[in-house]
């Protein structure tokens, strides 16, 4: 049976609408409800409040198609776009939410009976794993459900237990792989080659039963619950028997619009997977009000903006042509999102604003870069260099580190954060204003967001907020 992303959307809401869960809407991925957070990057951030207990609803059960963002922040992402068939930095996580009504076993019941009854994935190609002390869930699975138990492993802390930050909700979880065969490199979850695209982690199943405290402490929530989430795109990748994400319809109209804008015809280069990637986050993150800037969100929007330009010219883009994508992402995921419809002018204003400047130091930064690595002694790009092509030509430093990356080359980050704090404080000394917050981000200002990557570009921003 194959079935496009959004039958499968259809399908996923459905079902669940079918046993009594109210089908919400997708929240921003800007969060309304929690400051420490910078972005949506799960289906059950909007229902943080209704976990606590101190955000009531008409109902007790949900199910979404959340849109997510791991650019930044907790979870990051950003580095594996290009190079994993399964990490997007936007993503739809579809999931079914329990707020205190049905738990464990009922939840594993409805992933498996909608994955292999629904869905008729092949019982055989599922395998599952369950935190290292849930017995409970362990036997759920091999007993009530039948998998065999050498396809149920268990999985320490890691992994298997789900928290949304230091505190909050948290608890055990249980995930569910797909094997895509063994013509893909990787072993099975909880081996060493786990991080291959063989055993393709599909849906986590998170029990939530704590509420962690500041000082570590686990407090029972009021009522147990349940949050699920499932990649649409990984499960879209195996509906359509194809072994990566770039691969299905969705991807395919992006990658296919993008090789025909920038005149390309190698369609399976790395470059227009990123791009295709990168052009769902950021028009997105415009939708949703971010705009690119130098500091918090509209930085992170920044620098995927100006990726996805330097992948464009690595493909031997003559113009711009990043915001031309707009129309295509529009057609694709419209119908589910109107805001982005609506929004499209805007959006592309945007992009193609913020394409025209970066275009104008791009070509001169990389030549630069290659000069400098020409010289190079070892294989580390040094903190000053690193700094010139942020500071002079707009070069977020993760760009950089992506260039280092493909000439298996890395970034001095701590000399470039360095010279950042040089470069702050003179400014400091020449004036008495303050930097320009965000002011979104200000509205906590204990907020540390010890979340951050500690990737140089984002050390900033860090400092930024911390004081
Ligand atoms: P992985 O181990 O593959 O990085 P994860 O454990 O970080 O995934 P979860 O936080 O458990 O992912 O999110 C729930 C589901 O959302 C995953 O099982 C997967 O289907 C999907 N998902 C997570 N991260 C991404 C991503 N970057 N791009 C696309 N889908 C994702
Ligand atoms: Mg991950
Ligand atoms: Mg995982
Ligand atoms: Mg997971």
């Known amino acids: 049976m194959s079935m496009n992303s959004a039958q499968i959307r259809d399908a996923f809401l459905n079902y669940f609408a079918e046993r009594g869960h109210e089908k919400v809407p997708s929240a921003s991925m800007i969060p309304g409800n929690d400051p420490t957070l ?82 008729k994935l092949p019982a055989e190609k599922l395998w599952v794993t369950v935190f290292t002390e849930d017995d409970e869930a362990y036997d759920i699975w091999a007993k009530d459900i039948g998998v065999p138990e050498d396809r149920i492993s268990r999985i320490g802390e890691k992994d298997n237990f789900w928290s949304m930050g230091d505190t909050g909700p948290c608890g055990p979880c249980s995930e569910v792989f797909y094997d895509h065969g063994e013509e893909v490199w990787g072993g099975p979850p909880g081996t060493p080659e786990e991080d291959g695209d063989r055993y393709i982690e599909i849906w986590n199943l998170v029990f939530m039963q704590y509420n962690r405290q500041a000082d570590g402490t686990l407090e029972p929530l009021p009522d147990p619950s349940i949050d699920t989430g499932m990649g649409l795109e990984r499960i879209s990748a195996i509906m359509q028997n194809v072994h990566s994400n770039y691969e299905i319809d969705l991807f395919q109209a992006l990658i296919k619009a993008a090789a025909e804008i920038i005149g390309t015809d190698d369609l399976d280069n790395k470059s227009l997977r990123v791009i295709a990637d990168h052009i769902r986050s950021c028009s997105f993150l415009i939708t949703d009000g971010v705009m690119p800037s130098n500091e918090g969100r509209g930085y992170v929007l920044r620098r995927i903006i100006r990726r996805a330009v330097r992948h464009g010219h690595l493909l031997g883009a003559k113009d711009t042509f990043f915001f031309r994508l707009v129309d295509e992402l529009a057609r694709q995921m419209g119908e589910a999102y109107p805001e982005l419809e609506q929004k499209k002018q805007i959006i592309k204003d945007a992009l193609e604003r913020e394409e025209q400047q970066f275009a104008r130091t791009l070509e001169r930064g990389l030549a630069i870069l290659s000069d400098e690595i020409a010289e190079l002694k070892g294989n580390v790009i040094p903190g000053d260099v690193v700094f010139k092509l942020y500071d002079t030509y707009g070069f977020p430093v993760d760009l950089t580190a992506d ?15 360095q010279a950042m704090s040089e470069q702050r404080q003179r400014a400091q000394q020449a004036s008495q204003f303050g930097m320009d917050y965000n002011q979104q981000l200000k509205s906590d200002n204990k907020t540390a967001f010890t979340g951050y990557d500690n990737v140089a570009g984002q050390a900033k921003v860090v400092e930024l907020f911390k004081d």
């Open 403 to 417: 260039i280092a990356r493909e000439q298996e080359l890395t970034v001095d980050e701590q000399g470039f954060e």
């Open 38 to 119: 910078l972005f949506t990057n799960a289906g059950m951030v909007p229902f943080k409040d209704v976990f606590l207990g101190t955000d009531k609803r008409r109902y007790d059960k949900a199910t979404s198609a959340q849109r997510c963002l791991r650019a930044g922040g907790k979870h990051n992402d950003l580095e594996n776009v290009g190079y994993t068939a399964r990490h997007h930095t936007f993503f739809e996580m579809m999931g079914n939410f329990s707020f205190g009504d049905y738990f464990k076993k009922q939840a594993i019941q409805y992933a498996w009976d909608f994955l292999t009854k629904e869905l």
